[in-house]
């Protein structure tokens, strides 16, 4: 079995990936506003989650499918 996560795990997992990214990159900037760093504003935010979505969900995608293979060894 391949360890590379399918189109369908990827689909399903993408709104979550792409929504903690947001709210993660939305809250980073409020601490970087402490910096003096300008605070992203929620579109700029949902924006960069639905591009930081794509890698997060990916890595996290792989890391289940690697858990499903080792989980279907171990029977």
């Known amino acids: 079995m391949s360890t590379r996560p399918g189109w369908k ?3 399903g997992l993408y709104p ?6 947001a709210v993660n990159l939305f809250f980073a ?8 760093w300008r ?3 929620p579109y700029e ?8 979505g794509i ?4 890595f996290f995608a792989a890391h289940i499918k ?3 293979v080792r989980a279907e060894k171990a029977q």
């Open 16 to 21: 979550f990936g792409a929504g903690a990214a």
């Open 39 to 41: 605070v992203l504003t």
């Open 9 to 11: 795990l990827l689909a």
């Open 29 to 36: 900037s409020l601490i970087f506003s402490w910096l003096g």
């Open 45 to 52: 935010s949902i924006a960069g989650g639905l591009v930081l």
């Open 55 to 58: 890698p997060t969900t990916w």
């Open 66 to 68: 690697r858990l499903m």
